[in-house]
């Protein structure tokens, strides 16, 4: 799959013939009132606090991507993932991705370093949302809260140039 062309109004997007150039997860780990962040270290969003994870790869389901993720990422063993939400993210110069965000207090192991994310377990009321990305503000309360989510989201590199946030239909 190419990139679109570039794309600077969100009206001009048709969502029901969206395609994303990759498919995502981000997977945030609870141990009681912290959760687990990571600082990345290369690719899309370098610098950025987020939590772990990555592209699907063929063949693999996007659950197993999550836990492929953050073992790669962080050295963790996952299990039990649940989703919280599901966001689309289109750029101005044509990227697009579609990432389903999951949730688990379920895990072995203690978080490493690796090449390419630095770990840190931070409480739930202290999240560094002015190191991440700008949708972050906006569902990860949500995800806090429990409350299902989908969203939309136009950036213009790393700025945030409209979205939609819902409430996820039947969850």
Not at 35 to 40: C, F, H, M, T
Request: charge should be negative; glycine fraction near 12%; hydrophobic fraction near 40%.
């Amino acid at each position: 799959m190419g990139r679109t062309p570039a794309i600077r109004d969100f009206s001009a997007i048709d969502w029901n013939a969206w395609t994303p150039v990759d498919r995502c997860t981000l997977v945030f780990v609870f141990d009681g009132e912290r959760v687990l962040l990571i600082r990345k270290k290369r690719g899309l969003g370098a610098g950025k606090v987020n939590g772990p994870g990555g592209r699907q790869e063929p063949g693999e389901s996007i659950e197993q991507c999550g836990i492929r993720e953050t073992r790669e990422e962080v050295g963790l063993v996952v299990s039990g993932l649940s989703l919280a939400g599901v966001l689309r993210f289109q750029f101005a110069d044509g990227y697009a991705t579609h990432v389903h965000v999951f949730r688990t207090d379920t895990f072995e192991g203690s978080p490493i370093e690796t090449d390419e994310a630095l770990p840190f377990w931070t409480p739930v009321d202290a999240i560094p949302y002015d190191e991440m990305w700008a949708d972050d503000r906006l569902w990860i309360p949500m995800m806090l809260e429990g409350k299902a989510f989908e969203g939309r989201f136009l950036f213009d590199g790393d700025r945030l140039v409209d979205y939609v946030l819902e409430p996820a239909a039947g969850r």
